[in-house]
């Protein structure tokens, strides 16, 4: 069992930067996929990005040039950096586990993207 605790979302006027945190309750050393989803209003969840163990990253075209995402084992903790941010990345941002066969889910963290 994990749990997931984002933070960092909020209001932010477009081309503006937030990062978003996500700390796990455990070592995410053995886990094998991290990931942050979105969900707009009125849309499904999407993958935004996803990081494995390796290092290895992988990004919603929309995103791509624009967020990096990052894992720091030693403060179970991974990142969402976020530039260069635009109204349609408006959505709760939710961070993600795979540990097959669990999955396991944060609450979630509102971003804004407005002037």
């Known amino acids: 069992q994990v749990q997931l605790v984002e933070s960092g979302g909020g209001l932010v006027e477009p081309g503006g930067s937030l990062r978003l945190s996500c700390a796990a309750s455990r070592s995410i050393f053995g886990i094998p996929v991290m990931g942050w989803y979105r969900q707009a209003p009125g849309k499904q969840r999407e993958l935004v990005a996803n990081?494995?163990?390796?290092?290895?990253?992988n990004y919603v075209d929309s995103v791509k040039g624009r967020f990096t995402i990052s894992r720091d084992n030693a403060k179970n903790t991974v990142y969402l950096q976020m530039n260069s941010l635009k109204p349609e990345d408006t959505a709760v941002y939710y961070c993600n586990a795979v540990e097959t066969p669990r999955i396991y889910w944060g609450q979630g963290t509102q971003v804004t993207v407005s002037s």
């Open positions: 990081i494995v163990t390796s290092g290895s990253t």
